[in-house]
């Protein structure tokens, strides 16, 4: 990019931060969206976490809710153009038309259980599935587009552990607390396999010590972690290849799961539930292996054995790599996301708010602008 070139600017509003995996693609899109002349902020409702806890790089800005309001934000700085998550876009829809009505805005659905319509004043809609796709309610004039998650293929690759498992390894990633993520499946199916043979690890969104707690009142030794790095992840990820063991996920809805594709792009298998955008990211018996909770514990305990113990298993490793080369590259869906800034900006969507360009043109102070802007938010 020539030094002339003004960088393009991209704000990212999100309802809560957790590290999990909405957090990690928006901090994947930014890394790769740098390279190519945009730079990214990230606005979080909620209070600024602990800084241990902070992993979204120097390539994405930050701002809280318990330091700077939206409004404030908005008044502040020029964004080109705005996404948001659907759990807040009910929240800032109004205050975004008022405050930037130039900046096209588009909703984030990353699952398929959707709380509400997409709010009329949206530009356009990414889904993460086909699936989250077929869960929107919105009107037909709205851009709606399936990107995928992308993942960094200079961190989730093949390697070797620092230290490998003495025994198979089987793991659970989500928050223990959300019912859809379904826990208590992982655990049935834990207490069908030999403790002698097999280990048992959860990283959990939510916490260690309440997993470490259901797993002695199941009868089992769970190894529980808290939310890691990308880079521990793909250690994590490594050391289960490495043990012969599997990443199972056992969720009752999901759309597209970040830790699917970097399991495989580290070449631990994948056996997991054939919900939501799920069997749009594994094919299977190709590159992972895909069963129906309504099948119980013991048609998915056959399928661990057979990515743990049988000959398919390097095949599918292998499968699964391929895959993850060829759909789900952050690089691919970056350039996804920015043909569509490209095709909103150059497509004019919105009619400016023509008081504030009035007021320049008289010589106004961009004080008395700003004023202007937080006045229009609070109508």
């Known amino acids: 990019m020539s030094a002339s070139t003004r960088w393009l600017s ?38 600024r976490p602990d800084p241990s806890r902070l992993h979204v790089g120097p390539w994405l800005s930050t701002s809280w809710a318990d330091e ?17 998550h659907i759990w807040a876009a009910h929240k800032i829809a109004k205050v975004v038309r008022r405050l930037a009505p130039a900046a096209p805005l588009i909703v984030t659905c990353h699952g398929i259980k959707l709380p509400w319509p997409i709010p009329p ?15 929107l309610n919105c009107s037909e004039s709205i851009d709606v587009r399936v990107i995928l998650n992308g993942i960094d293929l200079d961190i989730f690759h093949p390697g070797s552990p620092s230290e490998v498992p003495h025994k198979r390894v089987l793991l659970w990633i989500g928050r223990s ?9 992982f655990l049935t199916l834990a207490s069908r396999f030999d403790p002698a043979r097999y280990e048992f690890w959860i990283v959990d969104g939510d916490g260690t010590s309440a997993v470490e707690g259901i797993g002695e009142w199941a009868g089992l030794t769970v190894r529980a972690f808290s939310r890691l790095s990308q880079y521990e992840m793909c250690e994590l990820y490594h050391r289960v290849a490495a043990s012969s063991g599997c990443l199972v996920v056992t969720s009752r809805a999901e759309g597209c799961p970040l830790s699917i594709p970097e399991a495989m792009g580290c070449g631990c298998p994948v056996v ?12 299977d018996g190709h590159d992972g292996l895909l069963f129906d909770l309504s099948d119980g514990a013991s048609r998915c305990a056959d399928l661990v054995r057979t990515v743990t113990d049988g000959p398919a298993r390097g095949e599918i490793v292998r499968n699964g790599l391929e895959t993850v080369r060829k759909r789900f590259c952050v690089k691919s869906t970056a350039e996804q996301y920015v043909g569509l800034f490209r095709d909103l900006l150059g497509g004019n969507r919105r009619k400016k708010n023509r008081l504030p360009s009035i007021l320049a043109h008289w010589g106004w102070s961009a004080a008395y602008l700003s004023r202007h802007r937080l006045i229009s938010m609070r109508r």
């Open 10 to 47: 991209v704000l990212h509003v999100l309802p809560e931060y957790r590290n999990g995996g909405v957090e990690t693609v928006t901090a994947n899109i930014a890394r790769a969206m740098s390279k190519c002349g945009w730079h990214s902020t990230a606005y979080f409702w909620c209070k």
């Open 177 to 185: 607390t959300d019912p859809d993520k379904n826990l208590a499946a």
């Open 68 to 84: 700077c309001s939206l409004g404030t934000l908005l008044a502040r700085a020029q964004f080109d153009v705005i996404t948001c």
């Open 121 to 135: 004043q949206t530009d356009a809609v990414v889904a993460v599935a086909e699936a989250s796709r077929r869960a």
């Open 272 to 283: 997991a539930s054939a919900v939501g955008g799920i069997p749009e990211v594994i094919t």
